[in-house]
Each structure stands twice: as C-alpha cells, then as structure tokens.
C-alpha cells in the first residue's frame, strides 16, 4: 500500500462512523480554539508593546538608580544602618511606598566616570501649576516623567533636542485644540507660558517653545519638558527654600553614544553595575512587564493544553473502538499481505487527520472570532490605546498549533495502532 | 506439521501431524467433520500461521525463510482466499472491496479499478459495482469474494467453506466458478469442505479427522 493510498483510506475511514468521529472532533476543536485565541492574545499585546518600544524607547538613555540592598530575611523592622538608611527617596519601581537609596554628588560623578557615559543628569520631577497659549485660557499640566528616556511617535514638528539651551516643550495631541491651537502643525514653534509655585507659594511664569506634537501612547499622554525646561522649571520650584537644603534624586538619566551597539550597551550596564549602580533602559524596564504578560498566555496556555491532552483520550478512546469495530478487517488485510507497519501507519494517520480537522477548525473559527472581537474593542473600549489589536495571529502561531495538536493526536493513535498492527490475522478472521 | 494451541493444561493438538503435498494446477479438498482442523491445516498451507513442528515447504523453499516483506507479498501476489464468512467491508462499494488486494500491493488507482471492473465483468457483476457489498445477497457476496480473490492474479485459490452459507443452486454456481478458474486458468484450488459432493469434483481429497490424516484419494 503506497503512502497515498495509507491516507485517502485513513481518511475515509475516518468519515465511517460519522458520529463518533464529530464527538471527538469537537473536543479537539475545544482546545485549539482555546489555545489559538490564548496565543492569539499574547501575540496581541506583545506586539503592541513591542511596537510601542520600538517607537518610543530610546536606546541610548539608561535610568541610574544606586542598588537596592537585597531584601531582609529577617522579618520585622530592619536595624538602623546609616550609610543605607540615610535620604531614601519614594519610587515607582516595585511595590507602592518603595523606597530606593537616594545618589550623592559623589554617586553622580562615579557614574559620569564610566566609560562610555556621555551625561548624567539626576531626574528631578517637576509640577507644574497650569499652561497656557496666548490667551485662550489656562489648563493644567501634566508632565511626563519618562519624556528623557523615549521617542514618542510625532503628530507634527521634532522631538525633544535636550542638548539644546531654550526651552523645548512636545505637547500631547488632545492639548493642541484646547490650548487653542488650529492644528497640530499650527502648534510648532508657538511660545507658550507654564506657571509653577515655589516652595513659599508664590507662581512663576517660564516661556517655552512648541518644538513637537506626540501621538498617544501606552507610556505616559504627559507633556514632554526638554533638560533646560526642566532645569529652569526646578529652580523656580525651589525658589525660596532655606540655603543649603538639599534636593534628594533617587535616579539619574545617563546618555550614551545613540550609535552604541547592543553589546557595548550590555558593558556599559555591567560597568555600572560593578561599580554599584543598576541601569536599566525602557526596554528593560518594559521586558518586566511583558515577563508578567508571557506568564499569563502561558497559564492560559496550559489550561487549553489540558483541554487537549482530554481531548486526546477521547481520540484513543474513539480508535480502539474502530480497531475493535474493524478486527475482522485488519486481520483480512493482514492475510492479503498488509504489513503491521502499514497498520500502524493507516491508524496512526486517522489519529493525525482527526486531530487535523478539530484543530484546522478550531483554528479557523478562533481567527474569526478573535479577530471580530479584536476589531469592536479597538473601536470601542480600547480606542484610547491605538494601534492596539487585543488578538492578532500570525500565520506561524497558527500553524504550531495545528501541527502541535496533530502532534498530541499522534501520540494518542499510538496505542490503538500498535494494537491493531499486532492483531494476529487468523485470530482477527476467528474474532466474532 | 503438527500444530497445538496453548500451552499446559490447556494445549489442545489440532494437527497430529500430517504430511501432504499440492502440485501446481491442482484441485485438491481437504474434507473432515467440524473440529477435525482442516482450517488449521488451511492456515499453515496458506502461510497465515505458523506449525508447531514439520515445515512448510514451497516451491522447494523453507518458508520459515520467508520473512516480513517476502511474505507479505507472496501473500498478496500468489494467493487468494476465500473465506466462509465473505468478510466483506460493510459501507464499501463492491468494486471496491474487490480491489483492496492491488491497493495493498501498492497499484495505482487508475490501473486498480481497470482490474477491479475486469474481474467483475469475468463474475458478472459490473452493474453492482457501485453498490454497497453489505446490500447484495449471499450468492452475490460470495461472487464479490472470489472476485476478490482474483483480482491480484494469484496461482492458488484458499477457499474455506466456499458454499457454506449458500443454497444448492447458488452454491452450484459458485462451485462452477472455481473449478473453471482452475480448468481454465490454471489456478491451483484448495478447498476445505464437508461437502462430499462438493469434494467429489477435486482432483484430490485428503480426509482428516481429530488432527490427523485418515486417507488421501485421488479422483
Ligand atoms: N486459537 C485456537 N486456540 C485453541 N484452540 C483452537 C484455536 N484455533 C482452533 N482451535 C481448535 O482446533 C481444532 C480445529 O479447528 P479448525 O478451525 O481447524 O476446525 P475445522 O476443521 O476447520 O472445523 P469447522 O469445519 O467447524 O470449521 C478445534 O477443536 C478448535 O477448537
Ligand atoms: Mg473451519
């Protein structure tokens, strides 16, 4: 029997006990349709991020922050220590109310020691009170943080030059109409006022120029202040404070060489690290939240591989039946000179066409419906976040799955084709 | 050969040991009472199973020799069988059940069902080729078997019990059938029967009972 034969019978055998065959197909299709739409949603989201990263995240600017000591395995309040204890400042980073060792004027100019550290500027936050254009009214203003170390998308103008020694602003589109700007384009290159207290109360005024207008993105809608802005934003915040205070940083931004490869970059960061410090691009930083996001596609994952290991004990289940059903037929084969391991292969095949159709359907209907689903959320709930496809499918993805559950139908037919390879003809021609 | 199923207590001897030879273009029936192991010798002649004891010998070779593949396509080459019980594939069709030996010799689908038509038409069965074997009568089945057996060009026909299930008219015509086969073509014929008359029409009958041979005639 040639290998083309050994499918098309395997095949409409397959289709012999049409019930049976639909009953296990469907708990086959069960879990592909599962595992399809949970890869389908991890593929989603970290190709938003992805996409976002690459877009936003600059390469060359790393976070300093001194290291953390290791957490105390000692419960209860840690002993006073006061080299480690002394001006911890809050962070975003872990836990809320997660404190970091603030950097000293020493620290600063360690990390400028590094080779290949261009600047150092300690990330100091800002609040500013309000913005205004012209005229047209004054909205309040919210800063983003992280504007140093990324490169959003532009809606219109240049992003942020922080070299340079006016005062740059890149403002977020939904400013631009409220401000009282015609267009994004209309915005560039406009002055606008930014007032902000001092410690004593008092408001200050700083002008600053329109250089840009970012798109949304997933990391901070807030407007982005270039080092002048900023400076010149933190000295009038400070304004008034008694001589000699102190202002506490807990992270730094340091440049590198925006040519830097990837392997001088991971030295760079090792050097740091050496010398006791922890850096970590936006990438990094973001890599934390896309291990959370894989860790969760992964328990879904799981979940809809034990609905197909179930459903590959329904194949095993509906084979040995048709080896039982076909004994007499097998053992006919048998005598007009089928080989056993032909059998084999006639079972062995029927197990992988079942898992073939469960899971090519599966497949089919989760791309459809994942795909329908994905479309009204991107333009209903998520359309904040553009760009965003919650489900996408990659041919590959798709294919691993098809081939992964013909792979478990595999294994399944294993049993009943060994069993019906090792069925003995004239026992099998005696079998009533 | 002797033959024995089990072992200890249960072992039962089939085959005492008997010893007989088939000559190509015979016709040759093995006759005996229920229980007396002609099928078992069957199943020896026709290297399905294996003897206790004694060897097969064929075209003066040991066909212990023969193995796997060697086997399985002398099997499928040389022989033909023809079984009591038809052991037709339900919801098949006829022809195609009766090309299932040339499927399994690998032939392709074009030159299988030009053979599979051919032998129909030698058993006048073309107009039901398409029907399904579990739809015809017995008399028809059992034409759709020997059609079976034939369609590989075997040299010897195995038929155990070919008009077992059959009334007299159907299986005179069945037994006509085979014996033309085997005038015409000169096909080797080995038939287990109880049928004396049946018997009568061979070249050869060897007789056996409770396993062992109790005469061989010649016509
Ligand atoms: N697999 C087996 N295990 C144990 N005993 C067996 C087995 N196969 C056959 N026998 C026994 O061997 C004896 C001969 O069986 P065989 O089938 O050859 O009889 P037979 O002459 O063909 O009878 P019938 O005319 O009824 O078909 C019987 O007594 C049977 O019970
Ligand atoms: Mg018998």
């Known amino acids: 029997m040639n290998v083309f034969s050994i499918i098309a019978t395997a095949i409409k055998n397959t289709f012999r006990n049409k ?3 639909t009953l296990t197909v469907i708990a086959i299709f069960i879990g592909a349709f599962t595992l399809t739409l949970t890869s389908g949603i991890g593929t989603g989201v970290n190709t938003y991020i992805d996409t976002q990263l690459s877009s936003v995240g600059a390469k060359d600017v790393l976070t300093v922050t001194k290291k953390a000591p290791a957490f105390s395995t000692v419960s209860g ?3 006073y220590d ?20 603030s950097l000293s004027a020493a620290d600063l100019s360690a990390i400028a020691g590094v080779k290949g550290v261009i600047s150092v500027d300690p990330t100091v936050t800002v609040s500013p009170d309000y913005i205004e254009y012209a005229t047209n ?6 800063v983003n943080n992280f504007a140093s170390v990324t490169k959003p998308p532009l809606a219109a103008g240049a992003q942020l030059d922080y070299q340079a020694s006016a005062n740059q602003i890149v403002l977020p589109t939904d400013y631009i109409s409220s401000l009282g700007f015609t267009s994004d384009a209309d915005a560039v290159g406009k002055t606008v006022s930014i007032g902000i207290s001092d410690v004593t109360g008092v408001q200050h005024v700083v002008t600053a120029t329109v250089v840009g207008v970012q798109e949304q993105t997933l990391f901070g809608g807030g407007a982005g202040l270039n080092r002048q802005l900023t400076s010149e934003l933190n000295t009038a915040q400070h304004l008034g404070q008694a001589a000699g205070a102190v202002q506490l940083v807990g992270s730094s931004t340091v440049r590198v060489d925006p040519n830097a490869t990837e392997a001088q970059i991971t030295l760079i960061k090792s050097d740091l690290d ?3 410090f922890t850096a970590r691009t936006v990438s990094d930083q973001i890599g934390t939240f896309k291990t959370v996001i894989d860790g969760i596609v992964a328990v879904l994952n799981a979940f809809a591989i034990i609905a197909l290991i179930a459903a590959g004990f329904g194949i095993i289940n509906t084979l040995l039946m048709s080896v039982q059903e076909r004994t007499r037929e097998i053992g006919l084969m048998k005598a007009m000179g089928l080989s056993s391991g032909r059998i084999f292969g006639l079972f062995s095949t029927e197990a992988v066409f079942i898992g073939f159709l469960g899971s090519a359907m599966g497949c089919a209907v989760a791309i459809g419906a994942g795909t329908a689903v994905s479309n009204a959320l991107a333009n209903g709930p998520l359309s904040g976040l553009p760009g965003l496809q919650l489900v996408s499918f990659t041919p590959l993805a798709v294919a691993n799955v098809i081939l992964l559950v013909m792979a478990i139908a595999l294994v399944a037919g294993t049993l009943p084709a060994y069993r019906a390879a090792r069925q003995d003809p004239i026992e099998s021609l005696r079998y009533e | 050969m002797k033959k024995s199923y089990g072992t200890g207590a249960n072992r039962f001897d089939a085959l005492k040991g ?7 273009g015979e016709s040759v029936a093995i006759v005996g009472k229920s229980g007396s192991g002609k099928s078992t010798l069957m199943h020896l002649l026709a290297l399905l199973d294996e003897p206790s004891s004694g060897q097969v010998m064929i075209e003066d070779k040991d066909a212990k020799t023969l193995k796997g593949k060697r086997l399985n396509s002398l099997r499928n080459a040389a022989f033909g069988f023809v079984f009591q019980q038809f052991f037709l594939t339900p919801g098949a069709s006829v022809l195609e059940n009766v090309i299932l030996p040339l499927k399994i010799a690998g032939m392709g689908a074009k030159d299988r069902r030009a053979r599979g038509m051919e032998v129909l038409a030698q058993l006048e069965l073309v ?3 398409k029907n399904r074997a579990t739809d015809l009568s017995g008399g028809q089945k059992q034409r759709v078997v020997i059609a079976r057996a034939l369609a590989n060009r075997p040299r010897v026909i195995f038929a155990d019990e070919p008009t077992g299930n059959l009334d007299t008219a159907t299986g005179a015509v069945v037994e006509d059938i085979l014996f033309s086969l085997n005038r015409d073509d000169g096909i080797t014929l080995i038939v287990v029967t109880h049928d004396e008359e049946l018997a009568a029409k061979c070249d050869r009958r060897i007789y056996i009972r409770d396993g062992l041979l109790v005469e061989a005639v010649a016509a």
């Open chain 2, 18 to 24: 008997v010893s007989l030879d088939v000559r190509q």
């Open chain 1, 82 to 101: 006061p080299e480690a204890s002394k001006g911890r400042v809050a962070t975003t980073q872990g836990p809320p109310g997660s404190t970091i060792p």
């Open chain 2, 127 to 129: 107009d039901k080729a």
């Open chain 1, 77 to 79: 309040p840690a002993k």
């Open chain 1, 137 to 142: 009214g004054k909205y309040q203003l919210a």
């Open chain 1, 19 to 21: 019930l049976r065959t």
């Open chain 1, 274 to 276: 050496a010398a006791g």
